[in-house]
């Protein structure tokens, strides 16, 4: 790979910048669970055994770009702190006069954590000053935030472009090789299965992965933009009607690579209204009466996509089958998570990405059993 990893670099003595991902879950102040800290930790650690002098930043929640103390990073510091046996300090800023100071005291080998990043507003503007700011504390950058990474945020771009050496931590490196080693090498068949409700969102990776996979498998909300371009009746179903020309573009190019290669629900179950609580019906898919929605793929699809997942031999799967919020609707999704897991077991490598999909996996306890969930759900993609 033409990316500088961290243990490339020299680092004994200089100031190594480090963006992570420490957006934890917080309650009443207490972290309920650290995940995204331990994620972090290798890459810490090579840091302080390889003598560089570790300045570690994140952001936390949605301040909004003001001091609010319901955000702070103290008990990230703390918790860190535990987990590696040592005092990590906090700077109450993140740039300026005090992060300055509390850099002074930093030892090679030490650790330090400057506060929120989004206190500034600065950060998720990407202003060249901030941005400027927070490079000028260091020596080297090292991007170790895979879940941010697809941001163009001061801490993301704006620093990488302003310190001279810029590398990946051991986080971001795993997560490259796992999803870049899927798509460059996989054990064949190679299926993915997209879901979600915006197509927007996800038309460049269908793009993308479509001549790459053996079978593209689509659910979820997105499935109706798809069958609107094909002129069939979707009812009161998610519409995206933007991406009606660009779904239109990836049935073309579908029907180019030949037939099997998109594989679309064939049945969807249907509501007179969007609760948990609605009558429901299955209806064959495109053929949705006027007054009804569809919330999730059908018994027919639920089936037809099991059975392509268990015999993939490689998985990546982004996107819920419907809203699967709703216990009523969540079959189809729950129903793929189990097949990763059953295809895992008979020796596939599976990938989640993050998000609503990694939450499925890990709400039905199968997190052990997925080669690999990402941590990112939008970088991932
Ligand atoms: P995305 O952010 O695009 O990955 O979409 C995730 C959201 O899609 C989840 O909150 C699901 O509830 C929603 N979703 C999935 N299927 C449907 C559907 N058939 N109708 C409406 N929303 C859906």
Known sequence: MQKLFVTDLDVRGKRVLVRADFNVP???????????????????????????????????????????????????????????????PLANDCIGPEAQAKLQGLADGGVLLLENLRFHAGETANEPEFAQALASLAEIYVNDAFGTSHRSHASITGVAERV????????????????????????????????????????????????????????????????????????????????????????????????GRLILPLDILAADAFDNDAVTTVCPAGEIPAELEGLDIGPRTIELYGGIVREAGTVIWNGPMGV???????????????????????GATTIVGGGDSAAAIKAAGLSDDISHVSTGGGASL
């Open 26 to 88: 917080l309650q009443g102040g207490e972290i309920i669970d650290d995940r995204r800290i331990r994620e972090c930790l290798p890459t810490i650690q090579w840091l302080m055994e390889n003598g560089a002098r570790t300045i570690l930043m994140s952001h936390l929640g949605r301040p909004g770009g003001e001091r609010a103390e319901d955000y702070s990073l103290q008990p990230v510091a703390l918790h860190l702190g535990q987990l590696l046996r040592r005092d990590v």
């Open 164 to 259: 001279a050496q810029c590398a990946m931590g051991f986080l971001l490196k795993k997560e490259l090789d796992l999803l870049g080693g899927a798509l460059a090498d996989p054990r064949r068949p190679f299926v993915a299965v997209m879901g979600g409700s915006k197509v927007s969102g996800k038309i460049k990776v269908i793009e993308n992965l479509l001549d790459k996979v053996d079978q593209l498998i689509v659910g979820g909300g997105m499935s109706y933009t798809i069958f609107k371009a094909m002129g069939l009746e979707i009812g009161k179903s998610l519409l995206d009607e933007g991406s009606l020309e660009d779904a239109a573009g990836i049935l073309e190019a579908a029907e180019a690579l030949g037939p």
């Open 324 to 346: 699967f919020e709703m216990p009523t609707f969540a079959r189809g999704t729950k129903s793929v998570a189990a097949a990763m897991a059953e295809a895992t077991a008979r």
